[in-house]
Structures are given as structure tokens and as C-alpha cells.
């Protein structure tokens, strides 16, 4: 435990009722100043440890401490934790100025001050000029950093966002994504993001929680989670990816598609079945004689930046290669990748059983 | 919205004519100075005079706004929290069945409301009189206070709700600061209704007010029944006016509050 956490989850479980637990026996630590995300299909648990934080709702079993006191008890009202709601949540009573000076007339802080820790704000999400106006006559976008300055202007150590980015369109959403991202870096503060965006996720988080059904998968920097998916949930999630069955030969010896490949893994069992993963960028398109896999193109999308193609190898599997060059559909192609290319999971291993096996390797290929 | 066909305007026109001729033609004989309904004489207001120089029915005025202001006042104010407690109830089907019963006192006929109020206040004991006509005009008045604030506060978001706590907001707070403002417009709503059904309430007010108490509505019943003078029309024809001013005047604060509070979303 390091002296720096500021919420720490114990075993928390989380049941409602009729509809079995939400969340069974968490358990995870945050440190100040970071930006985690936790990310998830819908229904993962993702939201409720998002509201267990907030204090809008109790947990069912377990503790949560927020710097180092346990709040289960303690009112949403009384914790030192700001959220950003996903439909924002504005008062359409109140205009800009007052919806962001809600928390402050609360406290009933002087007017001289709250005026300007209200002004101070909202130049922080850069809606300078703004006080005046109704709700009503913001667009999505400054309605979003409306929100976010009603959450900061509070000064809370911890800063929830509840997929605060679904609702605007794309070019908006990749801009607030670098807003948020810078915003967190010149508060310092502690944020918590929640989002199914798997791209969002890569892009701004210190690091990531992969959730599945009311429980942690793996955790991670950006990096380590699409580099080193611990299972295949994980590893389809966060980005494309090939996940093919295969048999560890020997230490740095696979087997798979019919054929054995040099690997960076070692420390398995002899023999034992594991899934293959490789992404669809790490596979390049060659002259069948050169390539490692020979395979049959069954289809093509251009995607902008690369086209996405479609392959089937000899015995059945299906390859997707991301190739900025073009391919004939129905052509037989030779894909090659390099052995660091390759990442081998085990079947049912745990987080911590996978963290000991990556560390064991210290292999340079790891090592990015 | 399509434009009305020649046929439709001429048919609404009949049917408003219908509608509006009997009190056009109280009011159009209210300035008669022949004294009967069959002729007009001529142009007068001794009417007008007869009805302010009459002090027993200005005090019976005076009684019927009173009762109607402080009758429209309370109920709004039970009412209000009442429709706040209702939309709080978890249990979706005790919810449904306290609407219900809100509901069934709204359709309920008067007349049983009426009678049911004058044997309670027997039984209890209460005196027939201000009292009583306070009570029951509050007692009907409630559940429409309750259907016009309720819409207002589904509407409202829970979000809003935890956002307010989120900021610290306690549940008084979240009371003054969030719900009450957001529902202004159901609440003025349902106290201009309040207002409007306790100033022209009969069927009620006819059993449970005593001697020596009197709304309009049950004066002008005894007048009629005494005879017609044309004192009732120029009466009528008041507050007919009056009627027409408080429509206006809700017209007024709900669509002044339609033009400031807009539900969010959309518009970039």
C-alpha cells in the first residue's frame, strides 16, 4: 500500500435486489493525482463503483476508504468528491454563473469569494464571458465543461466523470478528450473516468480497469493492457484482435494455425492448450513465399487510415490485417510477424499470476 | 398545424356563440334600465351602483376571495408536498393507487363531497360557517393542485437530485433549491386552479356554509330564488370580468415560464 492512495476499495460487493450482485468482492487501490478509467461493456459495474464513491449508494458487503477513512457511512453530501454526470445534470433554473456557484452558496461561502472561484472556473474550461447565459442557450459541448466546472470549482480531491463524453459527436469528443486530459494534468487532482469507449480510454488514462460482469479483469497502463491482454475478454475489448487457439511446445516455442513459431513466453507448462493473440497491426502483408502464414483475402474495407482486411488461413482461422496497402480479395497473401508480435495467454489465469509471469520474463521484447 | 377549413371555422364559431350567448346576454341586460330581462330600455349602471352601494355583498365578496386566496394557498402548499412525497414513493404500485385516490376525489361528484363534508362537520362538531367553507374548499382543492404539479416533477431528472447532493446540498436544500424552483410553473399552475374552483365552487359550499356566511356563488342562488333583479346581472357580469382577468393572468406565468425553462438538449 503506498502512502499516496486516496480510495481504496476492500472486497466490496454490491447486490441489488432481484438482480444478483453487481459488483462481487472488489478490491482496488488509486493513487492522488492520477487519471483512471474504468472501462466496460454496459452492465459491468463500472457505474456503481462510480456511485459507491459518490456515496449515492451503500455498499452491500466490504469498505471504502477515501483517504484512508471509511466512508460507507458518511452522506454523498459530506465527501469530498465532485461528479461529472453523464446527462451533465445542469440546473435549467439557474443560469450559468449560479449553476457553477450551486456547491459554493451551499457552503455559504462570501460573495466576494464565490465569485471568484466561479469566474476562475469557468476560465479553466475556457467558457470566459458565459455567466449570463440560460442552459438552454449552451451547446452540448459548453454544457459539458459547464459540468465540469460545477465539479472543480469545488476544489474536490476526487473528480468522477460518468461517460461524460457519450453524447457529443466525434470531433467534439476526440477535442474534450485532450481538455479533460490536460485539465487533470494542471489541477493534479484525482480523476476517475468511466466509459465503454475502449479508444477513449487508451488516450487519457494513467491507467485503465478492464470490468466484466461486476469484476476487475486486469489493470494497467494504456500500454500494458493492449500490449498484454490477460485473456481474450480483455484482449477484444481494448482494440482488434486475432485471438486463435494454440499449444505451448516449449519455452519460446508455440504452435498454432499447424505450425510451430518462435515466442518471446516462457515459464509454461509443457504442452499446454493457451490462446494466441496478435493484433491486426502487427501483421504484414508479404510474398506468400516469405510470409509465416499463407491465407486467403475474403474481404476488404478502407478505412481511412488503413484498410481492414479479411483473411482465412489453410485450417480455418480467421486473420484481420490493418495494411495501408491494398490486396486483391480471393488472392492467396503471406503474412509475417515477429515473435514479440505473438502474445500467449493462459486459460482462467489470474491478475496476479499474470503480473508475476510478465515480470518473470524480463524479456527485451516486453519491454516498450 | 393545418388551417382551419371555412366549414370548421364557421361550425367552432356557432359552437362558441352557443356557449357565450347566455352570459353576453346577462351582461348585454345588466345595463338595462327597464328593470326586466324581456326589454332593453335603455343605457344604465344603477345596477353596478345597486351592487356597490349593497355592503352585505361586499362583505359577501370579500368572504368568497378570502376563502378562495387562503384556500388556494394552503392546498398549494399540502399539495405541493404532497405530489413531492407521491413521486418519491419506490413502490410503483402504492404510488399508482395513492394517484388513484387523488384522482377519484377530483371526478367525484360535488355534491356527495358536499354532503359527506356537512356530516363530518356535524359529527365533529365544527360550527358551520367561515371555518367549515375553508376547510372543504381546501380539501377539493388539494388533489388538483397535486395533478397540476406532478407532471413537472416527473419531468425532472433524478440526475438533478444527485447532482444537488453531490455539491453538498442537504435535503432541505435540494427542497428549496432544486424541486421547488424547477416545479414553479406546475405550482402556480395549480394555485390559479385552486383559486378559480374555490371562487365559483357552489354544490360544495351550499351544504357546508351556515347563517350568517356566504360565498357569491350561494348569494346569488338565494337571489335568484327570491326573484330576479337585475342586480345578479350586473354582479355576474363583475365577475365574469374578474374570471377572464385570472385565465389571462395564468396564461401570463405559464407561458412566461415555458419561455424560460426549457428542457435541455439539443441545439449545439
Redo the contacts between chains.
Sequence with gaps: MSGDSIIRFENVTQAYEGAGNVLNNVSFELERGKFYTLLGPSGCGKTTILRLI???IKPTKGDIYIEGQIVNNS????RQ???V??????????NVFENVA??L???KLKKAEIERRVLEALEFVNLHGYEKR???EM???Q?QRVAIA?AIV?DPEVILLDEPLSALDLKLRTEMQYELRELQQRLGKTFIFVTHDQEEALAMSDEIFVMKSGEIQQSGTPLDIYDEPINRFVADFIGESNIVDGVMIDDYRVRFANQEFECVDQGLNKNEKVEIVIRPEDLHISPLERGKITVTVDSQLFRGVHYEISTVDEVGNEWLVHSTKKVEVGSRIGLDFEPEAIHVMRLNESEEAFDARLEAYGAPGHEK | MEKLSKMGRVYLAIVFLILYAPIFYLIFYSFNSGGTMSSFEGFTLEHYAAVFNDTRLIIIVLNTVIVALLSALISTAIGVLGAIGIVFIRNRKMRNAVLSLNTILIVSPDVIIGASFLILFTMVGVKLGFASVLISHIAFSIPIVVIMVLPKLMEMSDSLIDAATDLGASKRDILTRVILPYIKPGIFAGFFLALTYSLDDFAVTFFVTGNGFATLSVEIYSMARAGITLTINALSALIFLVTLGLVLGYYFFSNRARMTIRPPGGGN
Design positions: 459518490a456515496g449515492f452522506p454523498a453530501n459530506e468528491v465532485n461528479t454526470f453523464q446527462d451533465y445534470a445542469l440546473f435549467p433554473h439557474l450551486f456547491g452558496r451551499i457552503k440560460d442552459i438552454s451547446s452540448g459541448g454544457r460545477r469545488n
